[in-house]
């Protein structure tokens, strides 16, 4: 039985999934894997899915979204909405468009509901899914050039765009220059990662966040540190005294900061239980103990910084603008 899930309004009037299913996986997950994963997706009531080009996931995830319209678990393609990313070596003026042509080829669709700069960082053309980029390959972003040609209308290949981990003062670059502010930015947000800061400044100014790693950082496609949101008592305390999984916990806390929110899972009955948020709330006496919870950033980003002399950002703080 489908889950409804409701939706955010964006910028462009574009409705939003506020849940949806990220596609990322380490190792690599195969295409029958994927594929029956989104399908199961769609029959459970999933209708927003996440990729980008780094993940290697566009391709599975436009052959799941073919079978699902041939066995009829969608009427037609509009009833999805498709995310995807520009990876750090298409960002480039002359490069986005046919970086997005070539997502929207492997995803076999006509246009996306939403394209994300992926990281506020360039590196050097043509070094497609490398990663860990190598540190002489890092360049300064022009980001006025940049989003410029995410802006290009002229195609109707993406209904919104956006950025994905940037700073508070990165997305304000963009947008002193910006003729279509960016729609969305997404980034860390969990229990153990609040981003207060960040939130309220995207809330100020129209941006709606996303939050990616709702459970903790380990779920990303790159090494990172243990798992601080799993390892956190107090969450595992309040699932136990509402009969709730910590996962709902994590999830149902994000969805209460007015932040839409991307979780994966493969497994079933953990995409089923993911969708069982919306109908309970958490205490103020929950709300008050995750607000104490000792903050820790799981995605560090030591992989985009670089004292190389090409590089333009240097140290962590300079990444993250001191948000860490």
């Known amino acids: 039985m489908e889950t409804a899930i409701p939706k955010v309004t964006l910028r462009n009037g574009e409705m939003m999934p506020i849940l949806g299913m990220g596609t990322a996986s380490v190792p690599l997950a195969g295409l029958e894997e994927t594929k029956v994963a989104i399908l199961n997706a769609i029959k459970i009531g999933y209708r927003h899915f996440d ?21 009829g678990l969608i009427s037609t393609r509009d ?9 750090c070596s298409d960002a480039h003026p002359d490069l986005v468009v046919p970086a997005l042509q070539n997502s929207l080829r492997n995803l076999k669709l006509e246009y996306l509901e939403l394209y ?19 540190k ?19 195609l109707g290949l993406t209904k919104a765009i956006g950025v994905s981990n940037f700073s508070c003062k990165k997305l304000q670059t963009i947008l002193d220059t910006a003729n279509i502010p960016p729609a969305v930015n997404q980034v860390e947000t969990n229990p153990v990662w609040q981003n207060l800061k960040l939130r309220e ?10 939050a990616y790693s709702p459970l903790g950082a380990s779920e990303m496609p790159w090494p990172l540190a243990p798992n601080p949101v799993r390892e956190a008592h107090e969450l595992h305390e309040i699932a136990k005294a509402r009969g709730k999984t910590h996962a709902q916990v994590c999830l149902r806390w994000v969805y209460e900061q007015g932040v839409s929110l991307l979780v994966k899972s493969f497994n079933e009955q953990r995409m089923k239980e993911n969708l069982m948020i919306f109908d309970w709330e ?43």
Not at 51 to 71: N, R
Not at 201 to 210: D, R
Not at 282 to 295: E, H, W
Request: charged share 30%; with cysteine.
């Open 79 to 87: 009833e999805l909405f498709i995310t995807s990313k520009l990876w």
């Open 51 to 71: 990729t980008a080009s780094i993940y290697q996931s566009e391709e599975f995830l436009g052959e799941a979204i073919a079978e699902a319209l041939q066995l």
């Open 116 to 134: 994300l700069i992926h990281f506020p960082v360039s590196s050097k053309p043509f070094m497609k899914f490398e990663y860990p980029l190598k």
């Open 201 to 210: 400044f995207c809330k100020a100014k129209g941006v709606v966040v996303t």
């Open 136 to 154: 002489e390959h890092l360049l300064p972003m022009d980001y006025k050039s940049v989003w410029a040609a995410m802006e290009d209308r002229k």
């Open 282 to 324: 958490l205490t103020r006496d929950d709300l008050v103990k995750i607000s104490k919870i000792p903050q820790r950033k799981g995605v560090i980003g030591d992989d985009f910084v670089s004292e190389h002399e090409g590089g333009h950002i240097k140290t962590i703080e300079e990444l993250w603008d001191e948000e860490v």
